[in-house]
């Protein structure tokens, strides 16, 4: 059940500004380690409040709906964080990406190099030209991870800016190819981390990233902030003022906040009106942005300075990005440009690296919006301009690409303004020069076994990222409880990714079954069937309508299913049920690199038919488990897929 506290004025008001609340564990913001974070606390027995300051929850994840008008379809859209970087594998899992399986969250995957490169005015560059650019960078990016480990930890300081200078300089490169260079590094590291070359520094590079490559949600992430949040104690509209934890608060820590803001100060902090409620408990995790913590919006007792001085200059020397998104919805027929994933422009030198970054939900979710990115110093310059005077902005550079007799105004747009909302004062985190990840470390050390730490900018992993994030309040949450009460120490380890190894291979195989115009790949392994389950293949077959065995097994990753025989692949989520997601009728999808006789893991199916169609290619097959034991199928499901397998019809794609 949330509990949503609001204040009103006069003799209430007052009365909150005697009310004092006792729990076990105060957990300061409502974004996802804040949700993750009292979620697993919970789940744990113990007491926990959720503060956050919004009349909503999500922090710097926000969805939202758009629709074309009346009776039109509704859209949902990511203004915040977007994408699953790195759905992960057996042996490096993203628990994000499961909780969206586990939640049937629609999950497209988003190729980067499925893109129309421009130049400024409006030139196409040839494939091969692009190429070029990329085989470049690459050499690059080398070159940076050879700094961020040589014997010199100077190297790793410096900006990737001066780096860039220096390599092209050396390498002799011409105008022109440093030109290129500088695009595809703002391409790849400024809109990744959001932080321009010039300010982050070469150790941001040293991160962990996970395989798979990356998704977005076309829910959105608001089913994931829901499904943390039920259950949960949760204040809105309570915007944390102070924090004392020296002890004096009965051995643990007291937070004030202010309850039922009613104006907000111009420059953009929280306004004055609200009456004040103190909540004691044991501990407090701490998960507001570094943007807040850096404006003094929140007063520490004892200053972190004194206690930890560490973590106070982390607070004050890590990078703040400031991430916009213009989001434009078109009607249908009015979709003008390119059929990619990506659009990116080769912005003129007096632009800055303004609008260089698009990105086609049309190709990616079947949405009609296109949404145009900005960074830095750019992305801040246009927080002080009109939505209007924004989506101008985004349609003149369009207009360079495609012709202004071509462009079209969309219906309805959103424009961002991350670094100029009081309760994040940024997007996310970057390294800047002269630090390292150590910053991390220090920002997440919890203070005095009372005070902890959470957010994107406390994982050094994953930082900037929303998997860090959740990551970081699950970790919280574990070093909590064995500090409270000597429970579990870590989080506990994450469930398998297979509860039943065999079954979305099975459907892959009764795909091509089905389709039979699928051909393996050289890294696929025919299975050769006798006996009963040769029997039950030739039933799966037959009633799936294909002519020619045998079928055929994706033993091992980087495998492409063909959009025409099985438009997803599958995998378990956390419980170890089936995820279903629907999967689109003819869209592509990637699976991830694997090791030899692991499995791949991806997210969709066909609905509720697939369930049938496992049973049945799964009694008609023998395969490997990812321990290299052969997989077993009893006689009850060998009895379901005879049963089933009539269903097999009914199956759209499979």
Same mark, same amino acid.
Request: some cysteine; glycine content about 12%; proline content about 6%.
């Given at each position: 059940m949330l509990t949503f506290n609001t204040s009103s004025s006069g003799a209430d008001a007052q009365r909150q500004k005697m009310e004092t609340t006792s729990t076990d564990v105060i957990v300061i913001g409502g974004g996802i380690s804040g949700l993750a974070c009292a979620a697993h606390l919970r789940s744990a027995g113990t007491?926990?409040?959720?503060?956050?300051?919004?009349?909503?929850?999500?922090?710097?994840?926000?969805?939202?709906?758009m629709n074309e008008g009346p009776?039109?379809?509704?859209?949902?859209?990511?203004?915040?964080?977007?994408?699953?970087?790195?759905?992960?594998s057996v042996g490096a899992p993203n628990q994000l990406y499961s909780l969206a399986c586990e939640l049937q969250l629609g999950c497209r995957p988003t190729d980067y190099n499925d893109a129309a490169v421009y130049t400024a005015d409006g030139l196409r560059l040839a494939d091969s030209a692009v190429a070029d650019i990329e085989r470049l960078y690459h050499v690059f990016e080398q070159h940076l991870h050879s700094l961020l480990h040589a014997p010199d930890p100077r190297l790793a300081l410096m900006p990737i800016q001066a780096a860039l200078e220096a390599f092209a300089s050396s390498r002799g490169l011409s105008a022109a190819q440093s030109a290129q260079l500088s695009f595809a590094v703002s391409n790849h590291m400024e809109h990744y981390w959001a932080g321009e070359a010039r300010c982050m520094g070469v150790a941001a590079l040293d991160e962990v990233v996970l395989p798979g490559g990356d998704v977005v949600l076309t829910e959105g992430y608001g089913g994931i902030v829901g499904r943390l949040a039920a259950g949960l104690d949760v204040r809105l509209g309570h915007e944390a003022l102070a924090v004392q934890y020296d002890g004096a608060a009965g051995g643990g820590v007291a937070v004030t906040a202010r309850v039922g803001i009613t104006e907000r100060r111009e420059d953009g902090g929280g306004g004055a009106g609200g009456g004040l409620v103190t909540l004691t408990a044991r501990a407090a995790v701490v998960t507001l942005p570094i943007?807040?913590?850096?404006?003094?919006?929140?007063?520490?007792?004892?200053?972190?300075?004194?206690?930890?001085?560490?973590?106070?200059?982390?607070?004050?020397?890590?990078g703040i990005a400031v991430y916009n998104k213009v989001v434009m919805l078109y009607d249908t027929a009015d979709v003008f440009w390119d059929d990619t994933a990506f659009i990116y422009r080769i912005p003129a030198p007096w632009?800055?690296?303004?609008?260089?970054?698009?990105?086609?939900?049309?190709?990616?979710?079947?949405?009609?919006?296109?949404?145009?990115?900005?960074?830095?110093?750019?992305?801040?310059?246009?927080?002080?301009?009109s939505d209007q005077e924004a989506v101008e902005g985004a349609l003149q550079a369009l207009a360079g690409m495609y012709g202004a007799a071509r462009v079209r105004r969309p219906r309805r747009a959103v424009v961002t303004r991350w670094g100029s909302d009081p309760y994040a004062r940024m997007s996310y985190t970057y390294v800047p020069a002269?630090?390292?990840?150590?910053?991390?470390?220090?920002l997440a050390r919890p203070v005095l076994g009372?005070?902890?730490?959470?957010? *994107?900018? %406390?994982?050094? =992993?994953?930082?900037?990222?929303?998997?860090?994030?959740?990551?970081?309040?699950?970790? +919280? &949450?574990?070093?909590?409880?064995?500090?409270?009460?000597?429970?579990?120490?870590?989080?506990?380890?994450?469930?398998?990714?297979?509860?039943?190894?065999?079954?979305?291979l099975a459907v892959a195989a009764a795909a091509a079954a089905r389709a039979n115009r699928v051909q393996p790949p050289s890294r696929w392994r025919s299975m050769q069937m006798?006996?009963?389950r040769a029997a039950a293949a030739a039933t799966a077959t037959g009633a799936a309508g294909a002519t020619t065995p045998p079928l055929y097994l994706a033993l091992t990753g980087g495998v492409q299913s063909a959009a025409a025989a099985a438009p997803g692949v599958f995998v378990y989520d956390a419980s170890g049920a089936l995820c279903n997601e629907q999967a689109?009728?003819?869209?592509?999808?990637?699976?991830?690199?694997?090791?030899?006789? *692991?499995? %791949?893991?991806? =997210?969709?199916?066909?609905?509720?038919?697939?369930?049938?169609?496992?049973?049945?290619? +799964? &009694?008609?097959?023998?395969?490997?488990?990812?321990?290299?034991?052969?997989?077993?199928q009893s006689a009850p499901i060998a009895a379901a897929a005879a049963a089933s397998a009539v269903i097999l019809t009914k199956l759209s794609k499979l």
């Open positions: 007491r926990v409040i959720l503060l956050e300051a919004r009349e909503r929850l999500g922090g710097r994840l926000h969805t939202i709906i009776g039109r379809p509704n859209y949902a859209v990511d203004l915040g964080a977007a994408w699953v970087h790195g759905i992960g943007g807040v913590l850096r404006s003094g919006a929140v007063q520490f007792t004892p200053p972190l300075d004194v206690t930890d001085p560490a973590k106070a200059a982390a607070i004050d020397r890590l632009e800055a690296g303004r609008w260089s970054y698009f990105l086609n939900l049309h190709k990616v979710a079947g949405v009609p919006i296109l949404v145009a990115f900005n960074l830095g110093e750019s992305a801040v310059q246009l927080e002080g301009v002269g630090l390292t990840g150590a910053a991390f470390d220090d009372r005070l902890f730490f959470a957010g *994107e900018a %406390t994982h050094r =992993c994953h930082y900037g990222t929303a998997h860090g994030a959740y990551d970081s309040g699950r970790l +919280a &949450a574990s070093a909590i409880l064995a500090e409270l009460g000597g429970l579990a120490a870590t989080v506990p380890p994450p469930p398998p990714l297979w509860k039943w190894s065999t079954s979305h006798k006996g009963s689109a009728e003819g869209t592509r999808q990637r699976c991830m690199e694997e090791k030899e006789e *692991e499995f %791949t893991n991806c =997210c969709s199916s066909a609905g509720g038919p697939m369930t049938a169609a496992v049973k049945v290619a +799964a &009694a008609a097959t023998e395969v490997k488990t990812p321990g290299n034991r052969a997989g077993k």
